[in-house]
């Protein structure tokens, strides 16, 4: 089974940035097979999805209220997905939470546990 | 960008059915939006239940069914049980973007 885990969540000034790690564990995970997403989640609120990177990194898409501001990046061979997001404000303060594809295709079938970003002064 | 639509909340009873429906404003939800159905309980992370209409993963309860309706995506709790109390995530591509509904608090009373 495909076992992800968030980190780097943190309290961070708005117009801060931040970097978050995604890290596939355990002898199930194969992660040069997946596509990688992240999706947030701010407090109170429904799910919001917010990049995808394709298996080889060569194809990133973003949510227009990221674009710009957020860069997702992976490395294969550390089995690590990364969410780079800078200009950060309060609309940002959510639970940030990365998903893989199984390795036939998809979306969004394991989820992480989630790492908690808040934007504050 | 697209807006996906699901219902706000829905009530069943114990051992009851209901269905959910996540549709697209770009017109009928087809087969190429991959739908997707995830499971979200208080504090908990989501949970996949429903993957490219109908397709269900291993921890997926039988209970749980996916299938296109009415030019809509639906997801069909049959014999609910107290522990499917939760809100309800559907998810479409639009071939890069995807787009989540805002969710179905459905409540089993």
């Known amino acids: 089974e495909v076992k992800l885990e968030e980190s780097g969540g943190d309290l961070v000034q708005p117009g801060g940035s931040l970097r978050l790690t995604c890290t596939c564990a355990g002898s199930g995970c194969t992660f040069n097979s997946y596509e990688m997403n992240w999706v947030r989640q701010a407090p109170g609120k429904g799910l919001e999805w917010v990049s995808h990177?394709?298996?080889?990194?060569?194809?990133?898409n973003y949510a227009d209220s990221v674009k710009g501001r957020f860069t997702i990046s992976r490395d294969n061979a550390k089995n690590s997905l990364y969410l780079r997001m800078n200009s950060l404000g309060g609309e940002d303060t959510a639970i940030y939470y990365c998903?893989?594809?199984?390795?036939?295709?998809?979306?969004?079938?394991?989820w992480g546990q989630g790492t908690l970003v808040t934007v504050s002064s | 960008q697209a807006v996906v639509t699901q219902e706000p909340s829905l009530t069943v009873s114990p051992g009851g059915t209901v269905t959910l429906t996540c549709g697209s404003s770009?017109?009928?939800?087809?087969?190429?939006?991959?739908p997707y159905w995830f499971q979200q309980k208080p504090g908990q992370a989501p949970r996949t239940l429903i993957y490219?209409?109908?397709n269900k993963h291993s921890w997926t309860p039988a209970r749980f069914s996916g299938s296109l309706l009415g030019g809509k995506a639906a997801l069909t709790l049959s014999g609910a049980q107290p522990e499917d109390e939760a809100e309800y995530y559907c998810?479409?591509?639009?071939?890069?973007?995807?787009?989540f509904g805002a969710g179905t608090k459905v409540t089993v009373l």
């Open positions: 490219d209409i109908s």
């Open positions: 990177i394709s298996k080889s990194g060569a194809v990133t």
């Open positions: 998810l479409l591509s639009y071939g890069g973007p995807y787009v």
């Open positions: 770009t017109g009928a939800v087809t087969s190429g939006h991959f």
């Open positions: 998903a893989s594809s199984r390795p036939a295709g998809g979306a969004m079938d394991y």
